[in-house]
Every structure is written in C-alpha cells, then in structure tokens.
C-alpha cells in the first residue's frame, strides 16, 4: 500500500468518526507531525538581512529610549 492510499483510507474512516473528542486528539496528533514550513521570499530573505546587518553594527535604539520619545511626542 503506497502513501496515497494510506492517506485516502485514513481519510475515509475519519469521516465515519463522529466522537468530537477523539477528533480533537486526533488533530493535535497531525498538527504535532505536520510542522509548517515557512517560505520566504528575496524580498523577506533581504529584509531580514538588513535587519540583522543594522543589529550587527548596533544601529538600533533601547525599548526605553524609545518609550520616553513616544511619551513626549505624546504630550505635545
């Protein structure tokens, strides 16, 4: 029996199963197996580059800084 099989009669006998918590189980066991793999494209493979190049060269500002800025430009 070859993959495709297999996933057609596992498709077949969950629609027969109407037990709402074995579904659940169920589910939780595909999604562990099933992983989602992201795929960037150049644009974001760029971005994240410069990114990481701009915290390289420490060209970034403290969370508090920020914060203190945002306060004032809020009270203006």
């Not at 390289?56 to 920020?66: M, S, T, V």
């Amino acid at each position: 029996m070859n993959t495709l099989e297999l996933k057609n009669i596992l498709k077949f006998k969950i629609n027969l199963i109407n037990d709402k918590k074995f579904l659940e189980a169920l589910t939780i066991l595909i999604e562990s197996k099933t992983d989602q793999i992201i795929t960037l494209s150049n644009e974001h493979k760029n971005s994240l580059q410069t990114s990481k190049n701009e915290y390289l060269l420490e060209n970034f500002e403290n969370n508090n800084i920020l914060n203190e800025e945002m306060e004032k430009w809020l009270k203006e």
